[in-house]
């Protein structure tokens, strides 16, 4: 049994991973902080899990980074970008395995970091130490790790589609595109008007074009799989459900490539991934499917009309897209069955 | 034409207003203000506006009663209660018709109010002038009045089912239960976490039990109507639709009622009303058939097993429940046909 | 472990069946029946599943009530009224432990069952032999029945909160109202175009007034727990979620009761079950804090205005109000923890 | 005053479509047939219209091209392809004009309708005398004809953001993308499992990956348009709202192509259309802003991080992708003002 924290656990991600590590065979939930809710139960802030055994026990704390750290021994960050680099550098000095959910370290150059975040990096000394906790593409490396930069929503259902393709060299690295429909939890649990019921439901919308800051990690990992920089191209729209995120990418094949291939290549790459369900027959994405699991759904269509590759995939953001995915890359560093607490 | 003005125009009933307004025949809406949102056009406000011909060049301004009361014939109140009431005495001096949406001038109680909403009346000498605008029941006082106290959202679908009922003593005015549930636009445009898109989604829930502020109108008009004290059970609840109230009311039949005579009641008190559709037949209120119209629907069974009435409506809430109904007592109090711009 | 089997598990209650049996530490889903998908895998069927090691093996099969019994220690029968009793007479005579979510064995009487269900009872002579299959009501005889009549969504939603106050003659048995509020899952998986996406979105509606089915079996168990007949008046509404209950019920308390002694008797219902979580201070039923849950949530407020006992409750209709409850059956009846397969 | 009747007006658009002829200036409603309705009326088959006049008087008809030949001078067919061709014979014959909401009448070849719709044309004569019924395009050839093809829904909000750039020679005809997700009203009002509220609610979907059969009349238009053949991609998804079609473009500049060119050739295009409105400065198209309207919005961005123009539009689907277009359509040919119903 290892001792987890959450700093930040009022969000949408924060709740999720209260969720899991609630349920965790082998960790134990031993501290939530919340500057708002500090003082109050974890049943009194979340009715949901007032029948779990230690809702009436644990409260929620201020945030001391170096109090947690004597408590725990695995930290989960689920705080904004920016705050979350702040509280990674004494937990890490204190000996503690810190999973960050925040921007903060997912990118190795803190230039990018200040391009897409508008502020300098608050701890680029920290930059190399820290793990993408993309599991499928980076186990080994995030076994050995103490900080886990856990990948973005998006970036997962672009990221884990397309790197097999690139890294066999199937497709071509010009031209990507990548669209995006996302439930309103991606957005956080934000009092702003524009994630009212009123001012979502009914509604569908496109926004951060051209430039969301997701890319910058997406195109940092999708260069690393091609050997070469690769620029791609990202909308994200907002829809009406409150988890779940589709993504539909289009690809230009290169001309080795054909559906054997490609077929090979997929199964190759996560024929054996407990988290990676590779869709055969007449079936496609749906979010439906993935809601509360850490799978992701895709599927794959050669179109001969156009030549075009086009893959599809299905996730929940805030599982694979955010506190699953962390919770499998803590059992991975933790020496516990991958799937420990996510099926 | 009449020249029509709207402060507070940036709320959801705001908008409704601002919709029915720029379509009607006989109005002309000359002036909108927000705080929030002054010197912004109508169209970059409310992009959806964007085509009228008017919504580039009317521009919100800050709130003030004077400088409107020189433009406009017309002012409609769409603010908080205790704030309204601030507004309509320079309205009034200046000679204009008033039509407030809050609950300030509502009741004829300042007692009432105060023990409702909390602080004292900010304008007690003002409400003996003001006429409570449902137009049903209300027509020929609209007409002559200059300050009209458009009917909460929640009371319009409690009040016209049961008012017709009392007033003809086949109900007993003991023991009357209403259970309303809400569209979340009910709780209007305010950035706070309850009513954030996740929260509201696939949940539903009960809230403000036992004792809403609405109750205190809903009773004051049930006493007049019953000619003795009335006191009931009222229950809100809130389900993820954007629009719409769908209330049941469980009452007790006076000896003297049977289906004969409640079908007769109904059809004379509406028989001929533009705005109230009797169902016949199989038919139950739907809020999917009143949605963005000034129509309340009513249906109503007796029940042999329990010997009790069981009335059913369905509104718009921003409409019939708010908007709609203060532009049909414009109607009514500026002479037009009082179907103007609702149909 | 036991060997367990679904008959029609392609609906919803089926398919909640099949996601909480795959789950199940002390369970194993040996067969699932379904005319319409015989022949295709669970993982065909139902892609959500498809990550479970069982989802490519098991097969879809014809419903044949004598095969199955040579496969299976328990069988659930997810059909409809009318069809589900004709299988339980040959599983029964096989030794099987039959737990049915159909209304046919859930009265005591045949008559009664013929008035709400408009056509004789296929098996009356087994009647007897049932029991109602509400385990905090009766645990003991459940376990040791092996005809378990599992209880519908509406009446879990009201019995659980009412029997406790009936039982003590805190409330009065005589004008009990439950009004209902159903996510769209309680209809079925039905191909109408009543439930389809675009005629429930954004549409309230109640329906079923005054005299739905639910009603015998509410008001025999009333009958029960009261000593004396019972009879209700019962409002269900359809509104846009998935799954949900949220019931909100009106009683007029005995002069004997307060609020000291309504708290004290469902400390002692419910103090200590699993499932039932009474809710204090200010919180109201949610049902988005149960959905995908077997918990039951409670509150009450006594109005003082009106003198009635207000008491709402709110469950997840596919789980307590259907298979998380009868999983909770079979966990009493095979002698496996409680809450084995269920949190 | 013309006479409008409605074959097949029990469907979406052909609900839609009695909605706006309804409130039509100048036009009259004088029959509406549906198999499955004949005989009702009006107000029985849609209560939301029971308040109009006409709704008691007006009955559904079985479907009689001569006898509507007789009562009405436009006939709109809102069918399934196939049948609709049918019944635009005897009624050209008999002298109505004909505008059809179907596919039947929107390809120039027979050819690619049988490659698309898998059966033969069943009128290919009529195709030459038939006009692509977007206004915005062949305004002057619909003023002309008799038999109008309105164009789906899809392809409406594809056409009009691409048509302009295409034959501006701003943009390469090679290439082109679009990606659009569309409201569950698009699917029609079929009894389907894939379309109940449960199987549509809290899930995002592509379908019909890769050879939709819009792209037919897509493409056949983008060619006439670019002077050459033009092959696109295609992917339609499946979101939660009952109404709206959010399609966003991804499009190759031509080398003389730069932002200033590209807006005002948008503003040539439409920049005096009552129906199309373009966005500028930061807001981008939401569907919630054109529900219930025949507006489309169109927005673009250049992206100088990969080259690309991002187009993106939002419509209703049912007003300007289907009936609102339809009745454009109407005023056109005759000789109504264009807004006439529609604002």
Redesign the interface.
Known sequence: MKKAAIIGASG?SGEELVRLLL?HPHAELVAVTSRQYAGQTLA?VF??F??HPRSETLHFTEPNAELLAKQADVVFLALPHGVAAEHALPLLDAGCIVIDLSADFRLRSAEVYKEFYAHDHPAPDLLDKAVYGLPEIYRDKIKKSVLIASPGCYPTSILLPLIPLLAAKLIQPAGI?A?S?S???GAG?????D?????????????G???HRHLSEIEEQLSFAAGTVV???F?P?L??????I?T?L?LAPEKSANAEKICACYKKAYGSE??V?L?D?R???????????N?I?IAW?L?P??G?L?V?S?EDNLVKGASGQAVQSMNLVCGFPETSGL?
Chains 1, 2, 3, 4 share one sequence.
């Not at 649990?189 to 008007?193: N, P, Y």
């Not at 994630?195 to 926004?207: G, H, I």
């Open positions: 949408y349920n009194q009715p949901k007032a029948s595109i669209d429909l439930g309103v939890s649990r934000k009092a702003e008007v994630y009212l019921f009123c001012e979502c439901n009914e509604s569908v919308r496109p926004y074009v051209p430039k620029i791609i191209q909308t729209h829809i009406p459900v409150n988890r779940g589709s539909t289009y407990q988290f369900r869709l027959g079936n496609l994405p749906d979010t439906k499917n993935v809601i509360g699991t799978v759904e269509r179109d009309r156009t075009r086009i599809m299905a099926v």
